[in-house]
């Protein structure tokens, strides 16, 4: 055969697609890009869900514990109305407190608390430091927004030291604990707050003040 029909014979051959062979590799390429780009989707929303659900028990427990400061603010108030000189000796906590009239105070837990934010019963018999707590026998049942509340306000101690007013006439501090817990009534979670208020008589007025 001449050189000439060799070229011929070699030009008239099917010349083979470039590429040919790599669809195979093209499609796995796609596939695992989708792949990546899947993952890294679910994982985006994944963070996002995280990120949302830490921010909502971020907010509820803020909110319970404003509920619960609320509370002390309501226990304070309290202390401070019945150590007034018009309520004493009248063997209850002045009646706009009581749940009959909308107040923060079972009725039927009146005269219990009356003796013993007085720091004893009308027998003399100390009540200071009692047993009942929010959670057991609450002096106090509020409801603030999305949460009911309960409060226990026991008598601690009388303060040894006893000052004298601007006014000359002496004073008198006794120690009192309140703890408050906030229960969310829909989710069941809870946040308890417990602070120490100073409450002195001096005169004719009573002022409390928070301790810690």
């Known amino acids: ?26 499609l796995l390429t796609v596939m695992m890009i989708m792949l990546m780009l899947t993952l890294l989707g679910i994982s985006a929303l994944t963070t996002t869900g995280l990120e949302n659900r830490m921010a909502g028990f971020t907010l509820t427990g803020e909110e319970a514990a404003a509920a619960s400061d609320s509370c002390l603010g309501v226990g304070a108030n309290l202390i401070r109305q019945v150590l007034m000189p018009a309520n004493v000796g009248t063997g209850t906590i002045p009646l706009a407190f009581l749940s009959t009239a909308g107040g923060p105070v079972p009725a ?8 013993e934010i007085y720091g004893k019963n009308t027998a003399g018999v100390s009540t200071r430091n009692s047993p009942d707590t929010a959670a057991g026998a609450p002096n106090l049942v509020l409801a603030v927004n ?20 601007s006014t000359g006439a002496p004073s008198t501090t ?17 946040s308890s707050v417990t602070a120490v208020f100073a409450c002195t008589i001096m005169g004719g007025s009573t002022e409390c003040s928070k301790k810690f």
């Open 174 to 190: 006794s120690v009192y604990q309140v703890n408050c817990v906030a229960t969310n009534v829909a989710l069941g979670t809870s």
């Open 108 to 115: 039927a837990n009146g005269l219990i608390l009356y003796q």
């Open 1 to 26: 055969m001449s050189m000439l029909a060799k070229k011929v014979a070699v030009a008239d051959r099917p010349s083979k697609p470039i590429g040919t062979g790599q669809d195979g590799v093209a």
């Open 146 to 165: 999305a949460f009911a509340v309960n409060g226990d306000i026991d008598f601690l101690y009388v303060d040894n030291t006893t000052a004298t007013g």
